[in-house]
């Protein structure tokens, strides 16, 4: 019988600070790495909760799931974009191969997990992505979610909404309000004899990250000064996760494998690309009427009949072409797609940063990225400044923006998430070089014995000692 896994998911852990700038203060953190094997974890492209999280448990990349983000294109007309639900992602995630198998799952807030899935051997619950309601069925099967609000004594937290907000003390008491009650449930539920497989993923550090990097780091370009009074709150964040580690390890039975892992890093958000301004400066996005002050991509009119290319903002920029015989209105013969991608491409590259400096930006290919397609994919992908920029969807305002343009952020993803393991890989003990985070489904889907799926991208490529 396979060793029982706890998959402790920790989204955007950022491991400079858990292996470096923080580790003499993380002290449970340590004794994992000193028993174990540990180092930084590559992430998916895009290095985005959706998809990376799904990527992690199927073992494909996004292409082959058809998620290139928290929002996709549902078909090739103009309508924007549709949220990613959990029955999108049609390729099978770690915990139902083990439901097929006949072992017990407990998977708790893995996105896309909304609508909640019904495991024949398990239990599941939603993940940030669920609405919030009375009526809304946020647990599988529900008498799961009864044992978890009376043992807890508290409604499930499924994330701390907005967190993009100038309120920050009170998001910083909801952020460890939400850590600690996840906590909570994963020391109760670890002690249980029932299960082979728990994957909870907390979207703690991701909310710390984006709301209070700027006010620790200074070299961050919106640093206030070292006497700010939330200069704190990354750093006892991460001395707090750090006690909770401590409280699961205790709870854990000896004979369970736990990996604690991020599904991607996090760095300083150094400002903001206005793409749909870019393109419309170009000439390359047309308006019917073009807005005299910033606005949001979703309330202007483009011209369609004399469009070229358009953009969705975010943590990257999706860049769409209006093509002939795809779009409804397309205006890009199919004969000329690969000149406009070269030359939207090389464009995109040649940009400079605000002050006219060289940033390191890359476009690709969704087929350089992905072995298959699938669903509506973007014509372009593009990262700003190496992730130091974020992707500015808003029209009518300035070309560079100092930071988001849908609230206060001080953070972008980036690309190695965490890995920790408190069992040594076959490499031996101590730090492990070139792990992919696209191999954690298939690496435990090995460990318990079962195949890997000959299409995935990732490779049953973790083997414990």
Not at 200 to 212: I, N, Y
Not at 353 to 380: K, M, N, Y
């Amino acid at each position: 019988m396979a060793q029982r896994v706890f998959v402790l998911g920790l989204d955007c852990l950022e491991p400079s600070l858990v292996f470096e700038q923080f580790r003499e203060h993380l002290p449970h953190f340590r004794r994992l790495m000193h028993q174990g094997s540990w180092g930084p974890l590559r992430s998916v492209h895009p290095p985005i909760t959706v998809p990376a999280w799904a990527c992690a448990a199927s073992g494909y990349d996004a292409g082959q799931l058809g998620l290139y983000g928290f929002r996709n294109r549902s078909d090739t007309s103009y309508r924007g974009l549709s949220l990613a639900l959990a029955h999108q992602v049609t390729r099978p995630r770690l915990w139902e191969h083990l439901d097929r198998a006949g072992l017990r799952s407990l998977v708790l807030g893995v996105p896309p997990l909304f609508p909640v899935p019904r495991l024949a051997h398990g239990a599941a619950v939603g993940c940030f992505l669920t609405p919030e309601g009375e009526n809304v069925r946020w647990c599988e099967p529900p008498q799961f979610g009864q044992e978890l609000a009376r043992v807890l004594g508290s409604p499930w937290m499924f994330d701390v909404a907005p967190f993009r907000t100038e309120n920050r003390q009170e998001l910083l008491k909801r952020i460890h309000r939400m850590t600690r009650l996840h906590f909570d449930a994963a020391c109760h539920l670890a002690q249980s004899p029932h299960w082979d497989l728990i994957f909870l993923v907390h979207m703690g550090p991701d909310r710390l990250h984006h709301a209070f990097w700027q006010f620790f780091d200074p070299h961050h370009p919106q640093y206030p000064g070292a006497d700010n009074p939330l200069r704190e709150a990354v750093p006892e964040y991460y001395r707090f996760l750090d006690q909770q580690l401590g409280r699961l390890l205790k709870a854990l039975p000896s004979d369970v494998l736990l990996l604690v892992v991020s599904d991607h890093g996090a760095c300083p958000l150094e400002g903001g690309i206005a793409v749909n301004q870019w393109l419309m400066e170009r000439g390359y996005l047309v308006l019917r009427r073009r807005p005299d002050q910033p606005t949001a991509w979703g309330e202007v009119e483009v011209d369609w009949s004399r469009t070229v290319a358009w953009s969705e903002g975010g943590y990257y920029a999706r860049v769409f072409l209006n093509l002939q015989g795809r779009e409804p209105q397309g205006v890009v013969p199919p004969g000329e797609y690969e000149a406009w991608r070269d030359r939207l491409a090389a464009e995109m590259e040649a940009l400079p940063g605000p002050d006219g400096e060289p940033i390191p930006t890359a476009v690709f290919r969704p087929e350089e990225l992905f072995r298959e397609c699938r669903g509506v994919a973007p014509d372009l992908i593009c990262y700003w400044g190496n992730l130091r920029y974020r992707s500015v969807g808003t029209v009518g305002g300035p070309l560079y923006w100092p930071g988001n343009d849908t609230g206060p952020d001080g953070a972008n993803h980036h690309w190695d998430g965490v890995f920790v393991s408190s069992r040594p890989l076959e490499q031996g003990p101590g730090q492990v070089q070139g792990l992919q985070l696209i191999d954690l489904g298939p690496s435990l889907l090995a460990h318990f014995g079962l195949p890997v799926p000959e299409d995935a991208a990732g490779e049953a490529a973790w083997r414990w000692a």
